[in-house]
T-cell receptor, first 117, second 114 residues
Framework: AQSVAQPEDQVNVAEGNPLTVKCTYS??????LFWYVQYPNRGLQFLLK??????LVKGSYGFEAEFNKSQTSFHLKKPSALVSDSALYFC???????????????FGKGTKLSVKP | DAGVIQSPRHEVTEMGQEVTLRCKPI?????LFWYRQTMMRGLELLIY????????DSGMPEDRFSAKMPNASFSTLKIQPSEPRDSAVYFC????????????FGNGTRLTVT
């Protein structure tokens, strides 16, 4: 069965410092990995995805994520945090079969990122 | 592109009443998902459709919940009768029918059952 773990309920960072939001996953086949951000009273917004290829993927708003197959991790990173990055971040996984149809996207429980000025 | 449109944004109803949530997916997307979000349980998949056909409804809590997708541009989630424990934010999301395609979420319907 597929699963996603976000071990931190909350991450606190000072503005201008680098940030990392952790995610580990479990799938039996090849993983398709996604990060989403949720601002208050809004739906989830897609940030970036890993399908195949380079382990470092870049996404919206200066975010990037590194895929590590041996550690089954897909941590979200940003070199310099902004106060406006404060939000709820979700990691998600789907087992990929390179051309197959949509299946269920399994979400982690979310990590609240708080960036202080 | 207007994105995924959900209505209403807020719904307050009394226990026992019927509630209908509506969703218009992004044009050209042929997968549609209904999720429920609560503080206690996080994001839970209720049901998803591919090409208007329900594929997995194992997340639907019980027979009080039903979902339909009569055409590619409209879906409903109905709760009858509603109970206080149904209070949550309900999200609709759509995507292209490819495993590597991200989902696009609406802004949700906040349901409060008193």
């Amino acid at each position: 069965a597929q699963s996603v773990a976000q071990p931190e309920d909350q991450v606190n960072v000072a503005e201008g410092n680098p940030l990392t939001v952790k995610c580990t996953y479990s799938v039996s086949g090849n993983p398709y990995l996604f990060w989403y951000v949720q601002y208050p009273n809004r739906g989830l917004q897609f940030l970036l995805k890993y399908i195949t290829g380079d382990n470092l993927v870049k996404g919206s708003y200066g975010f990037e994520a590194e895929f590590n197959k041996s550690q089954t991790s897909f941590h979200l990173k940003k070199p310099s945090a902004l106060v406006s990055d404060s939000a709820l971040y979700f990691c998600a996984v789907r087992e990929g079969d390179y051309g197959g149809s949509q299946g269920n996207l399994i979400f982690g429980k979310g990590t609240k990122l708080s960036v202080k000025p | 592109d207007a994105g995924v449109i959900q209505s209403p944004r807020h719904e307050v109803t009394e226990m026992g009443q019927e509630v209908t949530l509506r969703c218009k997916p992004i044009s050209g997307h042929n997968s549609l998902f209904w999720y429920r979000q609560t503080m206690m349980r996080g994001l839970e998949l209720l049901i998803y459709f591919n090409n208007n056909v329900p594929i997995d409804d194992s997340g639907m809590p019980e027979d009080r919940f039903s979902a339909k997708m009569p055409n590619a541009s409209f879906s409903t989630l109905k709760i009858q009768p509603s109970e206080p424990r149904d209070s949550a934010v309900y999200f609709c999301a759509s995507g292209k029918d490819r495993a590597n395609s991200p989902l696009h979420f609406g802004n949700g319907t906040r349901l409060t059952v008193t």
